[in-house]
Structure formats: C-alpha cells, structure tokens
C-alpha cells in the first residue's frame, strides 16, 4: 500500500484527530490517504487491521451508517463483474457514501483520454477510485498520477480484494489462521498471486499446485515466499494436486480460463482436468476442511457441483464478506470510523506538498 501523502486532508476543527488509543488504532491512522493496488503493498500488520475492522463493521454495521457520510467513489470497470460492482456499490452506501459506475467494456481506460487527464479530472471531483481492469498498469498508472486513493478491485495480475475476503472466511470459520495450511489447485492466475501473498502476510502455509506451464509469476511466487520467512508461513509451487490437497485446511480453485484468455480454453481445460476439485480430492483434505471459489464457477470442470454445493463449501460465505472487506478498505483509506478514525480530509496541494511514490514494477 503505498503512500499518498497529499491525499491526506488537513483535519477540520469540528472533529480534531485524536492520539491513537491502541496498535490497531495507530496502523488504521497511518492506512489513511493510500493505495491498494496489490497485496505487496500491505503489511501484516494492516492486512489484520482489515480483517479486524471488516468483523467489527459486520457485526455492528448501523455503528457505521455514516461513517463515509458524502464520499464520493467512481467505479471503472474494463470486465464484467457481479460481485465486486455489488459489493462496493453496497458497501459505501451503507457507510453513508454513494457510488457511480462507469462501463468501460467497450473501451479500456486511457484509449479516449491519458491516465494523466483523467486521474486528475477525478481527483477534483470524487474521494477515491475503483479500476477493474485488464492491465495492471491501468491500476498503478491511476495510482501514479491520481492524489486520492486508487483501489485494484481485479487486473490481470491480482485480485486483492478478493483475497482479503477469502481470509476473512477463513478467519471466521478457524480464528488464528497462523499456520493454517491452504492449498490452491488450478491455474496459478491473479487470484493465486493475491491470495498466496495474503497467506503468506498471516503466517499461513499455502501450496499452490498447478501444471508446469501455468504456475504463478516468478516475482509474485519469491515476494510471497519472502513474506512468509517474516511471519513463521511458508509459500510453495508443486505440481501435484494431491500433495497439495492431502491434509489441508481449506482446499482453493478458480476458473482454469480467465477473461481474456478465452483463445487458450481448450488447451487450459484438457492441462487442468487432474486439478478439478471433486469429493475424492476433499477427501485428501482434513476431517473439517472447507472449499472455497472466488466464483464465477464453471460447474463439473474446476469443480463439481457435488463440491461447490456440498456441506464443506463457503463459496457463499466469500461472496458475502466481499462487501465486509472492502467496507473496511473505504473505512481505512479514507479515515472513516463510528466516529471517525483520525482526521477528516479537506483537498490537498500537489504544489506544497509532493508526493513520494516508490516506482510500482511491471508483471505483464
């Protein structure tokens, strides 16, 4: 997450910021005014700042109905969504806030008008950005040149929404997920690389297993590994889907084909078959392992229907704590709380106060 220091508005005399009361309160303040365009941008410590707070805006939400009283978020989506257009459109209307959605399916952002012009269109106008996009230099190019919050809601690269939800799930269903053993089965795509990098933040073993041609980005794989010497978890590739499945707390697929990639379905399909997800690979799993989905499902190739809809699957448990999370994302970057945590904003001066932005690297 990185920093963006002219993001962060000069406190208004109404509600002065206060000292913060305690460690989660102290990493909340200095989540303020930033970025989350990948996984690698957090700590762990934020990464359990947001699971924390998305638990208690789920458990006590009217505490939170204007909590982000009049901010604005704009939503431009390059692909089609379900769950992540609903759940952020959900979620800052229940913290008071309103949504606008923009349909760039037929266009992909920076074809009409630059990422400069816009990002600064928009930074006149709104208090933070979504982008789902198809090149994740869409998103940091946002980030690059935007001077309020820029949120990766899916690129081609990651989905770190997606992630901090899934181990919202899974902290709900386990507690402590330190040393929680993941697997992932499939094609080792966006999903995999934020969720990899998510376990690894919370000191879980996660094992990705798929075919060789198809594993996760070098960078991606040595950061999560990286990550995880830190925090006592431990990140591995194999390819076997039975090792990784045999004695696992939670068994994890996606679509062996993502959008865009529709050419390669076939190949991908005929490649993935021994890494669908049916009731014998579950059955390698622990005595309570759950299975989850980022969904949409392709029933009977990555899953079977028996699985998706059987007693272990919390695939619907995800989808709804898509929205918990991401309430928690607004709240923290825009300094939103029951009573408003740290300072309220009031526009910055890109002119007095520049911003220092490490360079984001490229993984296309």
């Given at each position: 997450?990185?920093s963006?220091t002219?993001?962060?508005?000069q406190?208004?005399?109404?509600?002065?910021a206060?000292a913060p009361?305690?460690a989660?309160?102290?990493?909340?303040?200095g989540?303020?005014?930033?970025?989350l365009?990948?996984?690698?941008?957090?700590?762990?410590?934020e990464?359990?700042c947001?699971l924390?707070?998305a638990q208690?805006?789920k458990a006590?939400?009217?505490?939170?109905?204007?909590?982000l009283?009049s901010?604005?978020l704009v939503?431009?989506?390059e692909k089609e969504s379900l769950?992540?257009?609903?759940?952020?459109?959900?979620?800052?209307?229940?913290?008071?806030?309103?949504?606008?959605?923009?349909?760039q399916?037929?266009?992909?952002?920076?074809?009409?008008?630059s990422l400069?012009?816009v990002a600064h269109n928009?930074e006149?106008?709104m208090?933070?950005i979504?982008l789902r996009?198809?090149a994740h230099e869409?998103?940091?190019?946002m980030a690059e040149?935007?001077?309020i919050?820029v949120?990766?809601?899916l690129?081609d690269?990651?989905h770190?929404?997606q992630?901090?939800?899934?181990?919202l799930?899974l902290?709900e269903?386990f507690?402590n997920l330190h040393?929680?053993?993941?697997?992932?089965?499939?094609?080792?795509n966006?999903?995999?690389?934020?969720?990899?990098?998510?376990?690894?933040h919370?000191?879980?073993?996660?094992?990705?297993?798929?075919p060789p041609?198809?594993g996760?980005?070098p960078?991606?794989?040595t950061a999560?590994?990286?990550?995880a010497s830190?925090?006592g978890g431990?990140?591995a590739w194999?390819?076997?889907?039975?090792?990784a499945?045999s004695?696992?707390d939670a068994?994890?697929?996606?679509?062996?084909t993502s959008?865009?990639k529709e050419?390669e379905?076939?190949?991908?399909?005929q490649?993935?078959?021994?890494y669908?997800?049916?009731?014998?690979?579950m059955a390698?799993?622990?005595?309570h392992?759950?299975?989850m989905?980022c969904?949409p499902a392709?029933?009977e190739?990555e899953?079977t229907?028996e699985?998706l809809?059987?007693?272990?699957s919390?695939?619907?448990?995800?989808?709804?704590?898509?929205?918990h999370?991401?309430?928690?994302?607004?709240?923290l970057?825009?300094?939103g709380?029951p009573?408003?945590?740290?300072?309220?904003?009031?526009?910055g001066?890109?002119?007095?106060?520049?911003?220092?932005?490490p360079?984001?690297?490229s993984y296309s």
């Amino acid at each position: 997450m990185t920093s963006k220091t002219i993001a962060l508005r000069q406190p208004v005399a109404a509600k002065t910021a206060t000292a913060p009361a305690s460690a989660h309160d102290a990493v909340a303040v200095g989540m303020q005014g930033r970025d989350l365009c990948s996984m690698r941008d957090l700590t762990p410590a934020e990464v359990q700042c947001i699971l924390d707070t998305a638990q208690r805006i789920k458990a006590q939400p009217r505490l939170y109905r204007h909590a982000l009283e009049s901010r604005q978020l704009v939503m431009f989506f390059e692909k089609e969504s379900l769950r992540t257009r609903l759940t952020f459109e959900t979620g800052i209307n229940t913290l008071g806030g309103s949504a606008i959605f923009v349909d760039q399916t037929s266009s992909r952002l920076g074809q009409r008008e630059s990422l400069y012009d816009v990002a600064h269109n928009l930074e006149r106008w709104m208090d933070a950005i979504v982008l789902r996009t198809y090149a994740h230099e869409t998103i940091t190019g946002m980030a690059e040149f935007a001077h309020i919050p820029v949120i990766n809601a899916l690129s081609d690269i990651e989905h770190p929404c997606q992630s901090l939800a899934d181990v919202l799930t899974l902290q709900e269903r386990f507690g402590n997920l330190h040393g929680l053993r993941l697997a992932y089965l499939g094609d080792g795509n966006n999903v995999a690389h934020s969720l990899m990098l998510c376990a690894a933040h919370l000191g879980m073993h996660c094992v990705l297993a798929t075919p060789p041609q198809y594993g996760p980005a070098p960078e991606y794989l040595t950061a999560a590994q990286a990550i995880a010497s830190t925090t006592g978890g431990s990140v591995a590739w194999i390819h076997d889907p039975r090792e990784a499945a045999s004695g696992a707390d939670a068994i994890y697929t996606d679509v062996w084909t993502s959008m865009g990639k529709e050419q390669e379905m076939e190949q991908r399909n005929q490649a993935c078959l021994p890494y669908q997800v049916n009731k014998a690979m579950m059955a390698l799993a622990a005595p309570h392992a759950v299975f989850m989905h980022c969904l949409p499902a392709h029933r009977e190739d990555e899953v079977t229907t028996e699985v998706l809809e059987g007693p272990q699957s919390v695939v619907f448990d995800q989808a709804e704590n898509r929205m918990h999370a991401q309430k928690a994302i607004l709240l923290l970057l825009l300094g939103g709380g029951p009573q408003g945590v740290g300072a309220e904003f009031a526009p910055g001066n890109s002119a007095t106060a520049p911003r220092k932005r490490p360079q984001m690297p490229s993984y296309s």
